[in-house]
């Protein structure tokens, strides 16, 4: 069985382990985005570091970009676990962390680079291969096919 999963022409067979992997992988960043990001909500103090920290980067209009890089982490991370409006989610967190990568980790190397850059590539394997099966956005997909029956 483990053969017929891994090594089936065009990647790994649909269903069930796909599903399982892409829940986990799903689960694990949207709950990361909303943990990073949920002490600049709650504190105004380490929004103020954040805005500090932007600033310092180069970004224009710190006291606007921190806290819409802040909220669209956090909300694009809740849609993102929830597997609802899961690809229009994931090119906003592609979007966010390529311009983390330009304006904070270009000079640095590699090791550096590896958050955000890890960063790019789940949310654009999200927003190219959907949510899965056990997300909001499957079951919405089913109920619309259901109703045009």
């Known amino acids: 069985m483990l053969k ?3 090594f089936v022409r065009g ?3 649909q269903g069930a382990p796909a599903d399982i992997g892409l829940l986990a992988l799903r689960l694990l960043t949207g709950s990361f985005l909303m ?3 949920q002490d600049n909500i709650l504190s105004a103090e380490r929004m103020a570091e954040f805005v ?8 224009i209009l ?3 970009m921190a806290p819409l890089s ?3 982490q956090f909300i694009c991370g809740a849609l993102i676990l929830a597997g609802a409006l899961t690809r229009a989610a994931s090119l906003v967190m592609v979007f966010n962390f390529v311009v983390a990568l330009a304006m904070v980790h270009w000079g640095g190397d590699f090791r550096n680079w590896w958050p955000a850059l890890v960063l790019v590539f789940i949310p654009l394997h999200f ?3 959907g949510p899965g099966r056990w997300s909001v956005d499957h079951w919405l ?3 619309e096919t259901k109703a045009q029956a």
């Open 141 to 143: 997909a089913r109920r």
């Open 70 to 72: 802040v909220y669209a």
């Open 35 to 37: 943990w990073e990001t």
């Open 62 to 64: 710190p006291e606007i």
């Open 11 to 13: 990647g790994p067979q």
């Open 52 to 59: 500090g920290f932007v600033g310092h980067h180069g970004f």
């Open 4 to 6: 017929s999963i891994l």
């Open 127 to 129: 927003a190219l291969a």
